[in-house]
């Protein structure tokens, strides 16, 4: 897995898998699903991320698992 902060298209990436994107579809504004060829999601794509969390927040990850 990868999360990725594009500053300059203002954008966040987060990637499930290293398959090869079949399709993306915008599942709501500003929302992008990336699918592979069995249909599975394997990224998604949220953009104008600055309106959507302030940029400290941006800085800061956290992982955490049940």
Do not use: C, H, W
């Amino acid at each position: 897995m990868r999360l990725k902060v594009d500053n300059e298209s203002d954008a966040l990436y987060f990637r499930l898998d290293e398959s090869a994107i079949a399709e993306s579809e915008e599942v709501e504004p500003g929302v992008i699903l990336d699918f592979n060829a069995a249909g599975k999601a394997v990224g998604i794509e949220l953009l104008n991320i600055s309106a959507r969390a302030a940029p400290e927040q941006l800085k800061m990850l956290q992982f955490e698992t049940a």
